[in-house]
């Protein structure tokens, strides 16, 4: 059993995955923001849109981790 203030490989994928959550949502702001604004770099635009796609990979990664394949 865990040590008092021990997370187990669950719990630490968990909260890595809100991380990258969050993380996405702060790339979707930004992103919006940049092509709202006058000045959007279409460099910048294209790195953000990138970065925001491998933090979905990501995600979608440890999701998977967490939901148990269920064969019927």
């Given at each position: 059993?865990?040590?008092?203030?021990?997370?187990?490989?669950?719990?630490?994928?968990r909260i890595r995955l809100g991380v990258l959550k969050?993380?996405?949502?702060?790339?979707?702001?930004a992103i919006h923001a940049l092509q709202e604004s006058a000045?959007?770099?279409?460099?910048?635009l294209r790195r953000l849109k990138k970065?925001?796609?491998?933090?979905?990979?990501?995600i979608v990664k440890i999701e998977d981790q967490l939901i148990p394949d269920i064969i019927a």
């Open positions: 059993m865990n040590a008092p203030g021990e997370l187990n490989f669950e719990e630490m994928l969050q993380d996405h949502r702060d790339l979707d702001y000045r959007g770099d279409a460099l910048t970065q925001k796609l491998a933090l979905k990979d990501q």
